[in-house]
């Protein structure tokens, strides 16, 4: 069998570019989402495999690494990019928010950084590569929850890395320090687009290149962590 890469709650941007990088090296590629409708369509446009999925399921995440080790094979890598996030004044911003942003953004990494665990952990080997942000190293005004969801991610990785890496699990984070280029960007932000230029924004490509460098790297030199931001970006 092939080995297989699962893609965390896969969307059309970051999430596609991960899943073709793998692919063409050879890797069977397994989508997970919420949104039955659109992974399938996304899984179609690339020639992957979709399982919807509710990542804040503690059900629904236990069946999806089955269904996919049924289905495709054993389970070399992991790339969670599911984050969602609410901006706006700290004192207006309410706790149902609040929650909801840390469910989709960390107790879902949680849930399934734990899954993938215990599935690698069979074999001796693997990795998990979770999807940061710069907010997870500092709390940016309008953005406490995402900065919250994100800060508890970033603090999760560095905890399954020093206990999972002696036993062959490479758990790495790439913090993203900028905007991701992507169609929806580019539509809904088109003035901000502009403003970036060439180049201004990552190119999910580009990132999605890092995630691939990582998953092969010697384990005598594994990296952690990872930033990544575009030229133009200060920091």
């Given at each position: 069998?092939?080995?297989?890469?699962?893609?965390a709650?896969?969307?059309?941007?970051?999430?596609?570019?991960?899943?073709?990088?793998?692919?063409?090296e050879?890797?069977?590629?397994?989508?997970?989402?919420?949104?039955r409708?659109?992974?399938?369509?996304?899984?179609?446009?690339?020639?992957?495999?979709?399982?919807?999925?509710?990542?804040?399921?503690?059900?629904?995440?236990?069946?999806?690494?089955?269904?996919?080790?049924?289905?495709l094979?054993?389970?070399?890598?992991?790339?969670?990019?599911?984050?969602?996030?609410?901006q706006?004044p700290?004192?207006?911003?309410?706790?149902?928010?609040?929650?909801?942003v840390?469910?989709?953004?960390?107790?879902?990494?949680?849930?399934?950084?734990?899954?993938?665990?215990?599935?690698?952990?069979?074999r001796?080997?693997?990795?998990?590569?979770?999807?940061?942000?710069?907010?997870?190293?500092?709390?940016?005004?309008?953005?406490?929850?995402?900065a919250?969801?994100?800060?508890?991610?970033?603090?999760?990785?560095?905890?399954?890395?020093?206990?999972?890496g002696?036993?062959?699990?490479?758990?790495?984070?790439?913090?993203?320090?900028?905007?991701?280029?992507?169609?929806?960007?580019?539509?809904?932000?088109?003035?901000?687009?502009?403003?970036?230029?060439?180049?201004?924004?990552?190119?999910?490509?580009?990132?999605?290149?890092?995630?691939?460098?990582?998953?092969?790297?010697?384990?005598?030199?594994?990296?952690?962590?990872?930033?990544l931001?575009?030229?133009?970006?200060?920091?």
């Amino acid at each position: 069998m092939a080995k297989t890469l699962l893609v965390a709650g896969a969307g059309p941007g970051l999430g596609k570019s991960v899943a073709k990088r793998f692919a063409r090296e050879g890797y069977a590629v397994a989508l997970a989402a919420r949104n039955r409708e659109r992974l399938t369509q996304l899984a179609s446009d690339i020639k992957a495999s979709a399982f919807p999925a509710d990542l804040t399921s503690e059900t629904d995440v236990a069946t999806l690494f089955q269904q996919i080790e049924k289905a495709l094979g054993p389970i070399e890598a992991v790339a969670f990019v599911a984050a969602t996030r609410v901006q706006g004044p700290f004192t207006e911003l309410s706790a149902a928010d609040f929650e909801n942003v840390w469910r989709q953004s960390c107790l879902s990494g949680f849930l399934v950084g734990r899954e993938a665990a215990r599935t690698m952990l069979l074999r001796g080997r693997g990795s998990v590569i979770f999807t940061g942000a710069s907010g997870s190293t500092r709390g940016r005004a309008n953005f406490a929850a995402f900065a919250a969801a994100k800060g508890g991610l970033r603090f999760m990785a560095q905890s399954m890395a020093r206990e999972l890496g002696p036993k062959g699990i490479h758990v790495a984070t790439v913090l993203i320090d900028g905007a991701i280029d992507s169609e929806r960007m580019r539509r809904d932000y088109r003035e901000r687009m502009e403003q970036l230029g060439v180049d201004g924004a990552l190119h999910p490509d580009a990132i999605a290149e890092a995630y691939w460098q990582i998953h092969n790297q010697a384990r005598s030199a594994w990296t952690h962590e990872v930033d990544l931001r575009p030229w133009k970006e200060p920091f």
